[in-house]
């Protein structure tokens, strides 16, 4: 089993959608959770950390279910600048990366 | 920007050779972290420092070395490259001990192995 699993995606929608990504983790020792952004042959870029009793930041809001081991990122208003690779990412110690789930926003 | 810089940012070698990659860190920050992405993935953990020490270890092969040095900036070595070692590396660096914390990563260098 991965450390870290993405829904696989891609996701294509419209503008102006909302989109859910999800992401379970297996260290139940984990201590700090991200999403990260990453743009065609870009680096991977610090989207909003995740915190047990939800955040939110914008059109964006994360939620952490440490019970469950599930991570979720739910995007509402769709722009086509939010076309990108979302990376969910788990610390302990180290930082692991899921594979990435694309999300493409057309016209 | 955050000030995480890397070189070179574009390489090809052959099977076999050695290489060594290099990452400039935001000064104060201790922990640097190398990471793999192949196409198509997300960033694979090669290993982490702090403060010169070798601070944690992903699932890659001893030929897989690196170093950190006081004045913030690291290395990565790669001995006896293989075509699967095509992909791009990544340094990340934060202030803390340990990578637990939000990276700040730098551009990275793809490297092509023939």
């Known amino acids: 089993r991965k450390e870290v699993e993405q829904d696989p995606g891609p996701f294509n929608v419209p503008e102006g959608a909302t989109v859910a990504f999800n992401c379970t983790y297996s260290?139940?020792?984990?201590?700090?959770f991200f999403w990260y952004r990453q743009d065609c042959r870009k680096e991977p870029k610090l989207l909003m950390s995740?915190?047990?009793s939800g955040n939110e930041d914008g059109r964006f809001t994360a939620q952490l279910n440490r019970a469950s081991q599930y991570i979720s990122l739910l995007i509402r208003d769709s722009k086509l600048s939010d076309s990108a690779t979302y990376l969910c990412?788990?610390?302990?110690?180290?930082?692991?990366f899921g594979a990435g789930t694309r999300l493409t926003v057309k016209p | 920007e955050t000030g995480v810089t890397q070189s070179p940012t574009h390489l090809i070698k052959t099977r076999g050779q050695q290489v060594t990659l290099r990452c400039s860190s935001q000064?104060?920050?201790?922990?640097v972290s190398w990471y793999q992405q192949a196409l198509g993935q997300g960033p694979q953990f090669i290993f982490q420092?702090?403060?010169?020490?070798?601070?944690g270890r992903g699932n890659f092969p001893p030929r897989f070395s690196g170093l950190q040095f006081p004045n913030y900036s690291s290395e990565l070595n790669v001995n006896a490259l293989e075509l699967d070692d095509s992909a791009l590396y990544l340094c990340?660096?934060?202030?803390?001990?340990?990578?637990?914390?939000?990276?700040?990563f730098g551009p990275g260098t793809r490297l092509l192995v023939l």
């Open positions: 995740v915190y047990s």
């Open positions: 420092y702090y403060r010169e020490e070798e601070n």
């Open positions: 990412v788990v610390g302990h110690n180290d930082m692991r």
């Open positions: 260290n139940s020792a984990s201590q700090s």
């Open positions: 990340s660096s934060n202030p803390g001990r340990g990578g637990e914390e939000t990276q700040y």
């Open positions: 000064s104060g920050h201790n922990t």
